[in-house]
């Protein structure tokens, strides 16, 4: 009978959790998805604000990781409940082109370089029971992120990361992440594609419901369901693009000059076409554009949509990013969509720590 009433009482003290570097709130959705009651979100990025509040039952702290206090976040920790600090760290820095193109004392003198140790500073101070990070896969490779997991080790933490094939967690994506979880509870880990039960999903899946536009036109009844004009240029070009292809098979004629160029080669995935039966190419901040990247529409002449990029991130269609009646800025909500954690994954990651603490419960290690 101790351990049955023990039993309930582990099950109802829950997780409270803050997200830094929230962003619009894809970590944040997926998080709470999973039964975790995430209470506030911080970002320096104050267009993020409406569409972080309004999708999700937390408070956004407008303010620089780098200038958190103790004392402004623990109040968002409830009593008897676990914490989980949760985040990631603006990655560009880390990206592939960013760690081939900088040196690394231009590297080193770019101010987001440390907030993953500001990151560390936040556990340091609150201690929460559980955190998770999430970010590109270059960072595993760098000092800073070796510190980061030695200050958790240090603080008693039980530490995992592994690098995540999205596309097998059934988010339409070909996108590969690091996750980090830890826990000064024990031993934690990321549940499988398997455990998951997740289902492969495809650009088709994930957008082929969504209403014909025209290049530069938007759809009456969605505002987010709108995409960038083309150039005359850029339309011949589209026009030349078959599904999964690139430049490398237009006519010469249509072929950019710095394409031309040993030092172009290497572009290849730019001005193509998505493919329809595959998972997309991993969503950027400039998603909408369709010589940034393979972001032409598997079959129509145009980017794909704002809309479309939001759901291959797998935020629900329901997901506001901008109030009802404003005037949609392309450059601002493309950058919050391309940002963000997919949600889907936000739920991987969220699932996981509820069945780590689920497991701690069965075993009756943990209170």
């Known amino acids: 009978m101790k351990a049955s009433s023990t039993h309930r009482s582990q099950e109802m003290r829950g997780i409270d959790a803050v997200d830094l ?43 620089s990781v780098t200038e958190l206090t103790k004392q402004d976040l623990q109040g ?4 008897g409940k676990l914490k989980l600090l ?22 080193n003198a770019n101010g987001r370089w440390f907030l993953l140790n500001e990151f560390a500073r936040m556990v ?24 980061f997991k030695n200050t958790l080790e240090q603080l008693n933490y039980k530490v995992d990361h592994t690098i995540v094939d999205c596309a097998e967690y059934g988010i339409p994506q070909k996108r590969r992440r690091l996750v980090l979880l830890a826990s000064r509870l024990g031993n934690i880990r990321l549940l499988t594609p398997k455990e998951c039960d997740a289902k492969p999903l495809t650009v088709r ?21 709108q995409c960038s004009r083309l150039s005359p240029l850029n339309m011949r070009r589209i026009r030349a693009s078959k599904q999964g292809s690139s430049w490398r098979d237009w ?41 940034n990247g393979r972001f032409g529409h598997p079959e129509q002449d145009r980017a794909i949509s704002l809309r479309e990029g939001a759901l291959l991130q797998t935020f629900p269609k329901s997901y506001q990013f901008t109030p009802k009646g404003q005037a949609m800025n392309q450059r601002v909500v493309g950058r919050m969509i391309g940002n963000a954690v997919p949600v889907k994954l936000g739920k991987v990651i969220g699932d996981s720590i509820m069945q780590h603490i689920k497991h701690l419960q069965r075993s009756n290690e943990i209170n």
């Not at 999708?55 to 702290?61: E, G, H, P, V």
């Not at 340091?124 to 510190?147: H, I, K, R, S, Y």
Request: proline share 6%; glycine share 10%.
């Open 124 to 147: 340091e101070l609150l201690l929460p029971e559980l955190v998770t990070m999430e970010n590109v896969p270059g960072l595993a490779e760098q000092n800073v992120f070796e510190n």
């Open 251 to 291: 006519p010469e004629e249509l072929i950019a000059k710095c394409h031309k160029k040993d030092s172009g080669s290497t572009y290849g995935s730019v001005y193509g076409r998505m493919c329809w039966d595959e998972p997309s190419p991993t969503m950027t901040t400039q998603f909408y554009g369709f010589g």
């Open 86 to 107: 949760a985040g990631c760290a603006p990655c560009q820095t880390f990206s592939t082109y960013s760690l081939k193109t900088r040196s690394t004392e231009s590297q």
């Open 21 to 63: 570097f929230c962003g619009a709130g894809g970590l944040t959705y997926g998080l709470s998805q999973a039964g975790i009651e995430v209470k506030a979100g911080v970002d320096l990025d104050r267009a993020c604000q409406y569409a972080y509040e309004k999708n999700n039952r937390a408070k956004f702290i407008f303010k």
């Open 76 to 79: 968002y920790f409830g009593a």
């Open 205 to 225: 899946d994930a957008i082929g419901d969504q209403p014909p536009l025209e290049a530069g036109s938007k759809d009456p009844s969605d505002p987010m369901h």
